[in-house]
């Protein structure tokens, strides 16, 4: 599995943004997909999650109400649609998949930054 992340970039707070992640992969209708970022001085943290339906999703506190992700199947893609950004969500954003819910993710792209200005 390989993913291309991409779409991040420099925005005011208050503004929108979406990342996309390409998968390549036969399997991708059964990967679970996952968004996480990585602040400056910061360890990484899990930021979004959808299963491999694309029926259920979860998101940290932190970000209810203002992110969405969502997995497009015959695209092979999964985005992660940002809104009301904030300073607090600058970081790199990394997408990851994994083959089920009881495994890691094992797959990772390469990572995006993604700046908000104040």
């Known amino acids: 599995v390989q993913l291309q992340a991409s779409g991040g970039g420099l925005v005011q707070a208050g503004g929108s943004m979406r990342l996309s992640c390409v998968a390549t992969s036969r399997a991708f209708d059964r990967l679970d997909m996952g968004w996480f970022r990585q602040a400056p001085g910061k360890e990484r943290e899990f930021v979004a999650a959808v299963n491999w339906s694309g029926a259920a999703s979860y998101d940290v506190d932190s970000v209810k109400g203002r992110f969405t992700i969502s997995k497009v199947i015959p695209k092979n893609a999964v985005y992660l649609q940002m809104n009301s950004l904030k300073p607090e969500d600058t970081a790199v954003y990394y997408c990851?998949?994994?083959?089920?819910?009881?495994?890691?993710?094992?797959?990772w792209g390469q990572g995006t930054q993604v700046t908000v200005s104040s």
């Open positions: 990851a998949a994994r083959v089920n819910s009881y495994s890691n993710y094992d797959y």
